[in-house]
């Protein structure tokens, strides 16, 4: 599958390390043009391009916003993520640290209003892109132990595709149900938010 990163800072640029060891493909685009990429371009080698936005966009089967929640709003024509799966990787800030005041709305809500015909899926925005890095892979073998990372979303088709991405990645994928009230627990302020759970204390967390 190739996967579109939309946002190359650290997150998303480990990201796409951690894809390509992986054995996936990506496509990788920032607001800056395909033409700042060349280095992490040749750092990944052939399963690796870059693009503008859009046009990762088009390219991809699966697309991941990396981006400040700031930009989301007409970053992309909203033709070019027609019944693509869209994860929502974003993390709403009103200041340094501080959750933004969204009205009792989740982040992702409003991405899926802005990209009304996408398959909205609201995940891997919970890790600090230090653990991203170093925490998957196959070092934690015992059953819950692997690390967790979240999906939230209301295409249960959608919500499979990327917890398959997340298992290929060395971390265990959970799901923390329909996108509004999922989505609220993974987003800044959320109690899931850049708190590493294993999959077990994460399913203990969420059943309890």
Same mark, same amino acid.
């Given at each position: 599958m190739r996967t579109g990163i939309i946002g190359t800072g650290r997150i998303g640029s480990t990201l796409a390390r951690i894809l390509v060891a992986a054995?996936?493909?990506?496509?990788? @685009?920032? =607001?800056?043009?395909?033409?700042?990429?060349? !280095?992490?371009?040749?750092?990944? +080698?052939?399963?690796?391009?870059?693009?503008?936005?859009?046009?990762?966009? @088009?390219? =991809?089967?699966?697309?991941?916003?990396?981006? !400040?929640?700031?930009?989301?709003? +007409?970053?992309?024509p909203p033709r070019v993520v027609q019944d693509k799966v869209l994860v929502d990787a974003t993390n709403a800030f009103g200041g340094p640290g501080t959750p933004a005041d969204l009205g009792g709305r989740g982040s992702s809500d409003l991405v899926a209003e802005w990209y009304p015909d996408a398959q909205v899926v609201k995940s891997l925005n919970t890790m600090h892109f230090e653990t991203l890095a170093v925490a998957g892979g196959t070092s934690r073998t015992k059953p819950?132990?692997?690390?967790?990372?979240?999906?939230?979303?209301?295409?249960?088709k959608a919500k499979e595709i990327v917890a398959g991405i997340i298992t290929d990645l060395g971390f265990a994928p959970v799901d923390t149900g329909p996108l509004h009230s999922g989505g609220i627990l993974q987003q800044p302020g959320g109690p899931l938010f850049n708190r590493p759970l294993t999959e077990a204390q994460a399913l203990a967390w969420i059943s309890h």
């Open positions: 054995g996936h493909q990506v496509v990788l @685009a920032n =607001a800056r043009g395909p033409q700042t990429l060349g !280095p992490l371009v040749a750092e990944l +080698g052939r399963a690796a391009s870059a693009a503008h936005p859009a046009e990762a966009a @088009a390219q =991809a089967e699966l697309l991941v916003l990396m981006v !400040p929640f700031d930009g989301v709003r +007409g970053l992309l819950g132990e692997r690390l967790a990372h979240y999906t939230a979303g209301d295409d249960a």
